[in-house]
């Protein structure tokens, strides 16, 4: 059988959960939002939140044994057919593929421009980059074909001999780069300057918008929302303690979030440079930070754009998999066929949003003010994610019969663990996310 062994479906989710979240978006808000209150509100969605959420798609997974829709079905009480409605969340991960594997592409430039050069100046840093995504569309494409058509070929392959596998390599590789710049970080003074901006709690900085961002980074960091964490788990043997998992997952995934935000905080005050540059923090500030460090700047920005590869790579292939397990088992077709629509309709997508961004392209294609890429953005995570979170909720907590879920987390865990999971599926994080969703449209 394709099945995961636990290890391996640890490493997969963590794989999946682990990636440009934790190391580039992570920091970046942090830094955004001021540092350690921030990071206390995201350590309470994580445990209140996206914890649960997590549970709730792996119990409804691992029951059922199969893809989404008919993972619903079989959970609920009523076995009612329109369940298979549920199905719908399996696009946003393709949604999301699709630009993730341009912004993968962006990296792999990184990677490859740093052997040679690094800039030396922020304004040089910032037009190299605007450059690149406004200009560079041969490189672009070359790029996201590299990405795309690696992330075809591991799912190809199936659970156990793809997906399991690159996990079981790249992210171990991935700890041990992490690692790496760790300790070269911890032998710099500014350390402990990075550890006091990210542990020393200054609230007043926290607002509601900081509160939606902790909460939406939460949803987006644990891959939550797209059915990814249901499929991984529908391939976790059915006496695996899910539980136990889940918690490993969210451990793994937060400790790497909090040792990158060390590790590029660090590197950030040594240089005296901004915490709040936004998304440009990686893609400009870092560089330029390099360049300073002659020859080992080329080698800790070598291997910090190959650990957010890695990192990314094992993401993407986990967007995918609900998709493809959604036809296999609902259309009854090959995972080869399965792989081709999956993988063609998100390689199609990716270009859409990669040429929304060039000069060349990008009026025609912005849509009421917005590009393509932003658009697909909006939808997914903004949207789709918090969308199929509620329906996941909402499900669990009304439609499916107490005593099955309790039976399978009493198997487990505590019957108290049981009752404050049951409480929070129910009431305070369906609240919780339709707030965000609102906020998201615009409604709060
Ligand atoms: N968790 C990934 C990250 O932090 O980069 C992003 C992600 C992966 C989102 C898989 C959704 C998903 F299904």
Redesign the pocket.
Same mark, same amino acid.
């Given at each position: 059988m394709n099945k995961f062994s636990r290890i391996g479906f640890i490493l997969a989710a963590a794989g +999946?959960? #682990?990636? @440009? %979240?934790?190391i580039w978006r992570f920091p970046y808000i942090t830094g955004e939002y001021g540092g350690g209150a921030f990071i206390i509100v995201y350590l309470l969605a994580i445990l209140f939140i996206g914890l649960t959420v997590f549970l709730a798609e792996a119990v409804i997974g691992q029951n059922g044994q199969s893809d989404v829709s008919t993972s619903f079905i079989s959970l609920s009480k009523s076995k009612n057919e329109n369940w298979k409605f549920a199905g719908f969340m399996v696009a946003a %991960?393709l949604i999301?593929l699709s630009f993730y594997s341009v912004v993968l592409g962006w990296i792999l430039d990184y990677v490859i421009t740093s052997f040679s050069s690094l800039p030396t100046e922020a304004s040089v840093a910032g037009a190299n980059f605007e450059k690149l995504i406004s200009d560079d569309i041969g490189s672009l494409l070359v790029y996201h074909t590299l990405i795309a058509g690696t992330v075809i070929f591991i799912v190809l392959k199936g659970i156990k001999e793809g997906i399991e596998k690159i996990n079981l390599i790249l992210m171990p590789l991935l700890g041990l780069i992490l690692f790496g710049l760790l300790i070269y970080a911890l032998s710099l003074d500014s350390f402990s300057q990075a550890v006091s901006f990210m542990f020393t709690p200054d609230f007043s900085k926290i607002d509601s918008h900081a509160l939606l961002a902790a909460l939406g980074q939460a949803f987006? $960091? @644990? +891959?939550l929302g #797209?059915g $990814?964490i249901l499929t991984y788990s529908a391939s976790l043997p059915k006496e695996a303690n899910f539980v136990k998992s889940s918690v490993m997952v969210a451990i793994v995934d937060t400790s790497i979030a909090l040792i990158a935000g060390l590790i590029i905080f660090t590197f950030l005050f040594t240089a005296g440079a901004e915490s709040a540059a936004g998304p440009g923090l990686v893609f400009i500030s870092l560089p330029v930070i390099f360049s300073g460090w002659g020859v080992l700047g080329h080698v800790i920005a070598i291997s910090f754009f190959v650990a957010l590869v890695f990192a990314g790579i094992t +993401?993407a292939v +986990?967007?995918i998999e609900p998709a493809l397990r959604f036809f296999i088992e609902r259309f009854n077709i090959s995972r080869r066929s399965a792989t081709i629509i999956c993988g063609g309709t998100f390689y199609v997508l990716g270009i859409v949003a990669l040429l929304s961004m060039s000069k060349s392209f990008g009026a025609e294609l912005t849509f009421f003010g917005k590009n393509a890429f932003d658009i697909m953005d909006f939808m997914s995570s903004s949207l789709m994610m918090p969308i199929a979170a509620i329906m996941i909720c909402i499900f669990l907590g009304y439609f499916v019969d107490k005593k099955v879920l309790e039976e399978k987390f009493t198997t487990h865990t505590s019957q108290t663990i049981f009752n404050i999971w049951y409480f929070l599926i129910r009431y305070l994080v369906p609240v919780a996310i339709i707030v965000l969703l609102l906020n998201k449209l615009g409604a709060i």
């Open positions: +999946s959960a #682990v990636g @440009l %979240g934790n %991960g999301i987006f $960091t @644990l +891959s #797209v $990814t +993401s +986990s967007m």
